[in-house]
Each structure stands twice: as C-alpha cells, then as structure tokens.
C-alpha cells in the first residue's frame, strides 16, 4: 500500500490538556498502528470519498508537538474538546477491516483492505466503525493485557454542536427582484476533490464558478444574488441552506466539481433532491457530500436539526420546482458546456434538503479529468457556466412570473 499521506485535522484552540499523546503513525503494508504515551479512551474510523481518505478520531488523546510516522508525513492538530483526528489521504481505495486497542490501550492496530470504487462508496455510506477501550467491562484497574470483547456493542459519543449564529451574506440587485443564492461548495478545512496531477483544489474552483455566476446574473438585472461564502471558509450543509431560506431565497444552486478515482468521464450534471437515488453514480455523490461535514468534527446523518428538515414525501411543489430548473439548465448549458447525456439526476443529499426552496447541486465537470479540470479552471470556462446558469435563471423566472 502507499499512503500519500497522513493529515490531522479539525484545529480548535485552547482545548484542556488530555490523558494521552500520540506519539507516532505506523503505516505498513496492511494496516496502521497508532501510539500513545497513555491509554486512550476510544476511537472511531471511517472514510471519506473524493479524494479517498481513512479518517480515525482518537477520544482522550491530543497531539504531539512533534511526531514521526513509518512510511508517511504526518501533521498533528485537536478535534474537538477532548480528541485528534488523524486523516489518511489514499493512493487507492482501502477500508478499515478491523481494528482494536492493544499495550493496554497504548497503541490503536487497524487492519486495511483493498477494495474497489464501488466498496470504498458503501463503506463511505456505512457510518463510522468504533473502538472500544481496551479495557471495556474490566473496571478501571483491569490488567494491561485484557483483550476487547468480542461481538457487536453499541456505543454513544457525544457529538459536538456546530456553530451558532452564522452570519448572512450580503444580497446584492434591485429590491423587488426574486433572489437567487450560489453555494460554492466546500471550503476552508473542506478541499473536495483535489486533482491528482496539479493539486487545484475543488474549492477554490467552486468560489471563482460562483463569483462568475453571480456577476452575470447582476448584468441581467432580473434577480438578486447571494453567496454562502466570499472567501475560504467552511460551512456546514445545514447553514448553507440555512441561510438561503433565512434570506426567503426563492431559487438555492449549489456548485460543485466530481471527481472518480478511475477513468476519465467527461461533462456536467445537475442534481435535485430524492430520497432514492438516481443511479450508482449519484449514490456516490450523495456518500461524498454528505459525509463533508464530519470534517469539521460534526457528522450531520445524526444531528437532531438536520433530520427535522427531512423533506415529507407530500411535499412535492419545491421538489418538481427544482427538477424543472434542473431541466431548464441542462438546456441551456448543451450549446455551451461539456455535459453528461443524462444531465438530470436525483440524490439524497443534504445541502439540497430545504422543504420549501426549490434547490439544485451543479457538479460543473470532472476535477479528476485533465480536459474537465482546465476547462473548469479557465476564464473562458467559468463565463460559460455562467451564461447557461443565468439563461437558465432568466427562463425560469419569466415563466413563474407568467404563471401568476
């Protein structure tokens, strides 16, 4: 196996000091032990898709000032109050297949296995594999050489709440004009996809996408327009469109690139919201996207406040809306951009589950394709994303306003 690297993640200032310190990443050729100077208290894996990462949070531990690591680069940071977070970037799909504590609860052994993209995806759409503490169910002052015990056990973690009081963006256009808000995707701790060959990064391209649309949508005249974000920083799927319908958003369009760790597809999609997805490939995204706000130490599948906003099955108004400007884009973005032949598709993804805005994920091409990717970062590129975005916008609210 070659690991690119090993990246720790989720930086949060002035946490109290921890019983345990990493003291270094073990990287073999199937698996990764990770040392402590003190027992730890438990620990959890997973992975995420696009770029391919095994991340494994550590509860009880902090990092050290320093550290060395067998076969890879590492970098140490906290997650959250009380735990780091180690992020291990994939030269190709590998699962965790197993793992416990060992050197009574000194070292954390992961066992690594091979798989194909369509594996790595359903282990991404799994959910997190816990560890439990080496000396689970032995007492406090059980022997250092008690083993984990054996079966499925079900164990709660805290999860931290996310940011309060996110501040909403500046809308920009004539007052009596409907508003439009443009998502760009991902950011700040968040890179999304990465090619592999030049390292432009997912979000620095979704950022100039959006900055492109919004200042044609402007010289139309015929909305008004926000961005989520103007510069690099994270936020969380459920503020994002949080803040559109703060704002009373009457369209939410979300920019994206894809990206695959095999082939070389070619051409943009255009995503609304399903409870069932629409294909393999939209499942993958969906397990993608969803999953990028565990990177901010927040896994949102279990967070109270997104689950409230699950769109009823009866409200179908706001989701036929979205599928008619998904349709509308894709016609106007043939003559002008590379697009898939099944422009249209449905997921489940988070970011587009308002119960009442109509919403859209435009994955604009392939960052992992060279031709997608120059395209995407080009001037010329971006100016056409642009025009079919606001064509499309034009279109769709002309015959709403011809509706009434």
């Known amino acids: 196996m070659s690991l690119l690297a090993v990246l720790l993640l989720g930086l949060f200032p002035g946490a109290p000091a921890l019983a345990a310190t990493v003291e270094r990443v073990d990287v073999g050729a199937d698996g990764v032990t990770i040392r402590f100077d003190a027992a730890v208290a438990r620990a959890a894996s997973f992975v995420l898709p696009g770029p391919d990462r095994i991340a494994i949070d550590v509860d009880g531990a902090q990092p050290a000032a320093s550290s060395s690591a067998a076969g890879a680069t590492v970098r140490m940071a906290r997650r959250g109050q009380d735990g780091a977070r180690i992020v291990l970037d994939l030269a190709q799909p590998m ?8 050197d009574g609860g000194r070292a954390l052994a992961l066992r690594l296995r091979r798989v194909d993209t369509a594996g790595f995806a ?62 760009a995707g991902h950011g700040g701790v968040d890179p999304g996809a990465i090619n592999p060959d030049t390292g432009l990064r997912e979000k620095d391209v979704t950022l100039r996408i959006a900055k492109a649309i919004r200042a044609a ?44 760790g095999e082939g070389t597809p070619s051409g943009a999609t255009a995503y609304t919201l399903s409870d069932v997805a629409s294909d393999k490939e939209a499942a993958r995204l969906a397990a993608r996207e969803n999953k990028a ?31 008619g400007f998904a349709r509308l884009l894709g016609r106007e973005a043939r003559p002008l951009i590379p697009t898939k032949a099944d422009f249209h598709r449905t997921a489940s993804l988070l970011v587009l589950k308002a119960p009442d805005m109509p919403s859209i994920l435009f994955e604009t091409g392939y960052l992992s394709t060279p031709s997608d990717a ?22 769709y609210f002309a015959r709403r306003l011809a509706m009434k």
Request: aromatic share 4%.
């Open 217 to 260: 949508l402007l010289e139309s005249g015929r909305v008004r327009v926000a961005l989520t974000r103007e510069d690099d920083r994270y936020i969380l799927h459920r503020e994002r469109f949080g803040m559109a319908r703060r704002l009373k958003a009457d369209l939410f369009i979300s920019i994206h690139c894809d990206s695959v």
């Open 374 to 395: 120059a395209f995407l970062d080009s001037r010329e590129g971006r100016a056409k994303i642009a025009q079919s975005v606001q064509r499309a916008v034009d279109v």
């Open 122 to 183: 359903a282990a991404a759409a799994a959910g997190p594999l816990r560890f439990l503490p080496w000396n689970w169910g032995k007492g406090a002052d059980a022997g250092s050489g008690a083993a984990p015990p054996r079966g499925r056990v079900r164990v709660s973690v805290p999860v931290p709440p996310p940011a309060a009081g996110v501040a909403l963006p500046r809308v920009e256009g004539e007052a009596d004009r409907p508003l439009v808000v443009i998502d």
């Open 293 to 323: 706000d565990v990177i901010a130490g927040v896994n949102l599948d279990r967070n109270a406040d997104v689950s409230s906003l699950l769109i009823d099955l009866t409200q179908r108004e706001t989701m036929n809306a979205s599928a």
């Open 95 to 102: 699962v965790v297949a197993g793992g416990r504590f060992v």
